[in-house]
């Protein structure tokens, strides 16, 4: 089928519904989701949203604003930064008001905790910042902006999988996706194209991201001559359960939980003085990283402990009550008496589709704009993480973001004709489909490979890099990448063919890792969570720059947006 | 931990191939501390690709594989290998109509929270600053926001799968879940849905619902809630 709409919207998780509730005021919206809405992966984020909303003790948005600039390692930059630290009252407030469930002070107030990298007075101590719901956070704002946004009439297309987001003569055009329930192809001309698409944590073979983390339409953006921003900037959040990376919150510590390593010893006072176990998530993945290394992990294991037997049962219970079952159920431990095991885990790309602070996706270095296409949440590159995101800053960035995006969406949807999506565009995408689908020979399978490339990515471009680990990517990949084509998919149905798509998205993710690993052996320097052990220390004299990584032909080309400094000078950063 | 075999006898469906559904018994080895979605995946992955069945977060929050686990409905990614026998036969949610072998149509189920307002609705005009809600008033709706609306509770209850027109658990649990949000202004409007003939009283306190609901929602608690506050306003009515 062919439709048209003012504004497509592709995902439904934080900054998507935000933008809905925004853009579908003034013109016709429809929401794509290769999930059910309220299974995004947003409703995994646990501990809380950030603004100094002030509820506990004394705070402000400049020391937000500051903390989030230093957290980001001076890569974040501070116009967007300052916009963002800014709205976070206003935003939490509208959160609020449209039904979120936040947990309350005694006075009824939403209630507030510490939270990783989150000061008062410039780095002096931690600050209760976080907002939250118990550890559910992600999911109840989920479901407040789903459940608002039906109220306006959005349109939703659950279980619609992108195939296409055709860009004609520096125009995008809408969208060509699948319904996986009957494999039709449907067509989706639009004035305005908004990719809210999230992560793409399934690069890596230990992540807290849910399966469908592919960054699908990363990908196909790469492809289309997008550049993708800060690649290789990952995040290791510092406490995935050992063995699985389901994410255990910062909001644990937080709450007062601490990181002990195999000697009993609480080792983050070494690393991190004034903040300890609260320092930003690169700096403790590093620290547990080093323990390990250095022979101080639990039983002389790959792993340390997560504390929280300090934190009391009645806490636990009524804060952290998600994680106390996660523990529980995947490995058989209460954390009230025993403490946790826990290794990094990736977590959250820093890095991907440069867009400016409303929204729209940059072209080039030089800030022209694709028109009709915008993007928000982790999927987008504002910067405001830089190369290190703070915890509850990213559902921050989502809502805040995801407003914006929709105001200028509706600006943008006055003067812009709907697209067109020629039958040679469709064409092509079946033709590519029926080759996939046709292909009756070969002896790979695609699950091996997916495997190959997440351990290859773990092994070689995780927590920490280097020039010897790096240069083997590109020859394992070059591999990856000849081997998928000898892929025979079993299942030849139309309908809800799974075995197909899961090997388009395992196309999607050896694009991206090679972004992701040819950046980060372009980057000589260390900051926030890209650490290479053979170039140690930040180097502002050439490094205060965002990388631009360009697909040409077959090769990446690097390009350069300086950092915007407006507040803060770089300093050394010390907590 | 050891490994040990497993035999998984899962209810298949292709609709493109055979107009009734058929069953199939894999054997793999398993650790104990693995889930069944990571069975499945495997099954997937290594010997038939055409295995079909929903799947995300992998963790117990998106509750996509929800599916009947040895006749009991539960999450795939929630279900491990060391507690269960070593005969394991899957089959999709009972009560919705079987799209592909694990995968069934949620759409019924979902539509029937849209009958209730699944919307926090307050018509005064918001202060400037949060609407103030005390701990003892949010008590009241905190199990009822965790639903994740995987469908396992409507599936398992006898009303529903007698008379697909009722409102299910999950649905009343979203109506209590406004009903009783402080915040909410719309009680009525509510209560004037869910005590329509196919609401509050299709339910039977069968308790199946409580059996099967990953989060550990009690669900009947929530029913004879508003179930209470139901009577308690018509016989205000009535006086």
Known sequence: MTYNFDTII?????????????????????????????????????????????????????????????????????????????????????????????????????????????????????????????????????????????????????????????????????????????????????KTTLVASGGYGRVFKTTSNAIASTGDCLSILFNAGVPLEDMEFFQFHPTGLYGLGILVTEGARGEGGVLINGKGERFMEKYAPTIKDLAPRDMVSRSIMTEIKEGRGVDGKDYVHLDLRGIGRKTIEERLPEIASFCRIYIGIDPVEAPIPVLPTAHYAMGGIPTDVNGRVLHNEKGTAVEGLFAAGECACVSVHGANRLGCNSLLDTVVFGRRAGMEINLANKNIKTGRIHSEVVEKVLKKLKQLLEKTEGTQRAGELRDKLQTLMMNHCSVFRNKDDLNRIPNQLDKIKEQLKDVN???????????????????????????????????????????????????????????FALKKDSNIEFRYKPVTVTKFQPEDRKY | MAVKQYKLKIKRFDPERNAHSRWEEFSLSMKPSHRLLDALAKIKDEIDGSLTYRRSCAHGVCGSCAMKINGKNGLACQSLFKDMPEFIVIEPLHGFPVVKDLVVDIKPFLEKNEEILP??????????????????????????????????????????????????????????????????????????KVTQSNGLWMCHSIYNCVEVCPKNVDIPAHIIKLKQLAVKRKILKQK
Request: hydrophobic content about 35%.
């Open chain 2, 119 to 192: 919307f926090l609705i307050n018509n005064t005009p918001p202060p400037e600053r949060e609407r103030k809600q005390t701990p003892q008033e949010q008590n009241k709706i905190l199990q009822a926001i965790t639903c994740i609306m995987c469908g396992s509770c409507t599936s398992a209850c006898p009303s529903y799968q007698r008379n697909n027109s009722y409102l299910g658990p999950s649905a009343l649990v979203k109506a209590a879940r406004f009903i009783f949000d402080s915040r909410d202004s719309a009680e009525e409007e509510r209560l004037d």
């Open chain 1, 10 to 190: 592709i995902g439904s998780g934080l900054a998507g519904l935000r933008a809905a509730i925004e853009a579908s005021k003034q013109g016709s919206v429809a929401v794509l989701t290769k999930l059910y809405p309220t299974r995004s992966h947003s409703t995994a984020a646990q501990g809380g949203i950030s603004g100094a909303l002030g509820n506990e003790e004394p705070d402000s948005p400049m020391w937000h604003f500051y903390d989030t600039v230093k957290g980001s390692d001076f890569l974040g930059d501070q116009d967007a930064i300052e916009v963002m630290c800014n709205d976070a009252i206003r935003t939490i407030i509208e959160l609020e008001h449209l039904g979120v469930p936040f947990s309350r002070t005694t006075e009824g107030k939403i209630a507030q905790r510490r939270f990783g990298g989150h000061t008062r007075d410039f780095g002096a101590a931690p600050v209760q910042r976080a907002c939250f719901c118990a550890d559910r956070t992600g999911h109840v704002i989920l479901f407040a902006l789903f459940e608002q946004s039906q109220t306006q009439g959005v349109k939703f297309f659950p279980e619609f999988h992108v195939l296409d987001i055709p860009i004609i003569d520096g125009k995008c055009m809408g969208v060509i996706a699948m319904e996986i329930q009957t494999g039709d192809i449907h067509v989706f001309n639009a």
């Open chain 1, 489 to 547: 998919i079993k299942d030849k149905g139309k309908k809800f063919n799974t075995e197909l798509l899961e090997v388009i998205e395992l196309r999607h993710l050896v694009n991206l890792a090679e972004a992701i690993s040819s950046s980060a052996l372009n980057r000589t320097e260390s900051r926030g969570a890209h650490s290479r052990e053979d170039f140690p220390g930040r180097n502002d004299t050439e490094w205060m720059k965002h990388t």
